[in-house]
């Protein structure tokens, strides 16, 4: 499985940016994916997770009401909308995939900067 992420870039505090991650390859074992991120000098965090099957939906409690995932299956293509930003979201987000029970697969990652 090869994902691969787009949308990053550098937006105002309040702003808004749509993240994209694109799924190729053996994608039918994935049953879970997410959006992790990692700041500088922090550990990588889970910031939202959606179940491919059902397309149940998790958010980390510092994006909730502010950011929303959701899939195109048919795209194999997973998006992060991200509204109302605050410099605190600055970091390098990252697309996963779970299969077997493992964040087996990740993205090369995409910075989001926000400033003040």
């Known amino acids: 499985v090869q994902l691969v992420e787009s949308g990053g870039g550098l937006v105002q505090a309040g702003g808004s940016l749509r993240l994209s991650c694109a799924a190729s390859?053996?994608?039918?074992?994935?049953?879970?994916m997410g959006w992790y991120r990692q700041a500088p000098g922090k550990q990588r965090e889970l910031v939202a997770g959606i179940i491919i099957g059902g397309g149940s939906t998790s958010y980390a409690d510092s994006v909730k009401g502010r950011f929303t995932i959701s899939r195109d299956n048919a795209k194999n293509t997973m998006y992060l909308q991200m509204n109302s930003l605050k410099p605190g979201d600055t970091a390098v987000y990252y697309c996963a995939a779970e299969s077997y029970g493992l964040w087996n697969y990740w993205g090369q990652g995409t910075q989001v900067t926000v400033s003040s």
């Open positions: 390859g053996s994608t039918f074992s994935i049953n879970v």
